[in-house]
T-cell receptor, first 115, second 116 residues
């Protein structure tokens, strides 16, 4: 069965600090997709990044970067120089690469960025 | 581009009443998903449509729940004889055809249901 674990329930940082959100996943599939979404207080889930299981290249996009390691089944997400507007709940999600491509979400990490 | 829209945004109902939610996906998105999110949890998959066909239903979708997507456009989710345990945020998401190589889903703002 597929499973996503976000062990960090809540993280508080001071503005301009870097913060890393952890995500560990379980799947028997050899091909799958991983995602990060942001859910601000307004409630709408906002897509941030996607990674394919066959591409372990880590990238940086603006203040966001991610570290995908298949050997440890981890897909961590880092925000550099955090801002108050980054305060939200962040969800990691896993989807199969066949069938419906439905998401399995983690329980989310609430990030509070203090001014 | 207009995003995914959901109506109503909030619904308060008494236990035992029926409720219906509507989701309008992004135009030309043929894949549509419903999820349910309870407080402090991640969204959980309920059901999936590809065009007008409902191809998968979660075990979470009891007999009191029914979803439709007539003509492959908007979708409705109906809950009959609501129970307090149905109180949650109901999220709709859509995604374009897989041939486009886009696998992420785009979510609407959700409908928050409160059953009293």
């Amino acid at each position: 069965a597929q499973k996503v674990t976000q062990a960090q329930t809540e993280i508080s940082v001071v503005e301009k600090e870097d913060v890393t959100l952890d995500c560990v996943y379980e799947t028997r599939d050899t091909t799958y997709y991983l995602f990060w979404y942001k859910q601000p207080p307004s409630g709408e889930l906002v897509f941030l990044i996607r990674r394919n299981s066959f591409d372990e290249q880590n990238e940086i996009s603006g203040r966001y970067s991610w570290n995908f390691q298949k050997s440890t089944s981890s897909f961590n997400f880092t925000i550099t120089a955090s801002q108050v507007v980054d305060s939200a709940v962040y969800f990691c999600a896993l989807s199969e690469a066949t069938g419906t491509y439905k998401y399995i979400f983690g329980t989310g990490t609430r990030l509070k960025v203090l001014a | 581009d207009t995003g995914v829209s959901q109506n109503p945004r909030h619904k308060i109902t008494k236990r035992g009443q029926n409720v219906t939610f509507r989701c309008d996906p992004i135009s030309e998105h043929n894949r549509l998903y419903w999820y349910r999110q309870t407080l402090g949890q991640g969204p959980e998959f309920l059901t999936y449509f590809q065009n007008e066909a409902q191809l998968e239903k979660s075990r979470l979708l009891s007999d009191r729940f029914s979803a439709e997507r007539p003509k492959g456009s908007f979708s409705t989710l109906e809950i009959q004889r609501t129970e307090q345990g149905d109180s949650a945020m109901y999220l709709c998401a859509s995604s374009p055809p897989l041939s486009g190589g886009i696998y992420e889903q785009y979510f609407g703002p959700g409908t928050r249901l409160t059953v009293t």
